[in-house]
């Protein structure tokens, strides 16, 4: 890929931060996981799988950035403002933030009390879940007791999402397993979700 001219800017002054010729805005930003990119005007920036870990984007602009799968782990994003970047599968373990003002919809759910019934899905693929290739039977209660609390993270065990995740996961799925839990078994809705979320326990119906 032929290399061009990128120049990264503070969002407030205009100020370049890093200037030089590189394949991409990613390549750039990874050739320069040390700089300091506080301010940084990243607004609509394609960051998809990039790896970000320990960077400094404190106050950075990353709205509408494509941030899907990047490695943020250890980031500091205090005060970054996110507002409508994508952030599916991201990696924030350990990331730096004043509060997560990207909550999906989804988050609402744990607002509910703490008795109220939930139904949500999983897809099969021969029978077996795609990525840990369990089987279920219909009618029986599955408990999940290494399911992780831990928000930051975006697939660990005990998974279920909405229909629409699923379809979107695999377009060609036709088996589906139809869940449901009580709300206090919500184990974690990742930050980051677009659909998926743990839960401690679920039936399958």
Known sequence: MSKKLIEIKRWDTGEIIIS???ESVKDCLEKNSYANLSYANLSYANLYYANLSYSNLSYANLSYANLSYANLSYANLSYSNLSYSLLSSANLSYAKWKEPLFLSDLYSLKLLPANTVLTFWKYLKNGKSPYQSSTYQVGK?????DCSTNEQLSCESGNVATLMWCLKDNLK??????VEFKVKNIGAIPYTTDGKFRVKKFKVL
Do not use: I, P, R
């Open 20 to 22: 030089g010729k590189y």
């Open 141 to 145: 209660v599955y408990k999940f007791d």
């Open 173 to 178: 799925t036709n088996e589906f397993l139809k």
